[in-house]
């Protein structure tokens, strides 16, 4: 997945003041985020956001279960998953009567 915000502005204008602390600004190729987040049933995404205040080798050590195959790997979804949880994706059935 790729996901992309672009602001253009002429050279000699400043930023937004807005946009001048947001972690997701980068100024040039080199500094991108990468989104390396797990796809996660309701279950499992319930069982991480009660750990988030933990870093990502002791989420993984509580867990049940491993959001990757490789270690490394899932401490790098964990990670990313902390980073932009408050973005992931939620998806519920629900019956209207």
Not at 23 to 50: G, H, M, N, Q, Y
Not at 69 to 86: F, M, P, V
């Amino acid at each position: 997945m790729f996901t992309a915000t672009v602001l253009c502005v002429a050279d000699d204008r400043k930023l937004i003041n807005g946009l001048k602390g947001w972690e997701f600004l980068s100024r040039d190729w080199s500094r991108i985020t990468e989104i390396s987040v797990p796809d996660l049933s309701i279950r499992e995404k319930v069982a991480i956001d009660r750990l988030l205040s933990r870093g990502p080798k002791a989420i993984i050590r509580a867990l049940k279960f491993r959001p990757a195959s490789e270690l490394d790997d899932a401490h790098l979804a964990i990670g990313s998953y902390k980073r932009l949880h408050r973005f992931y994706p939620t998806f519920h059935a629900i019956g209207v009567q």
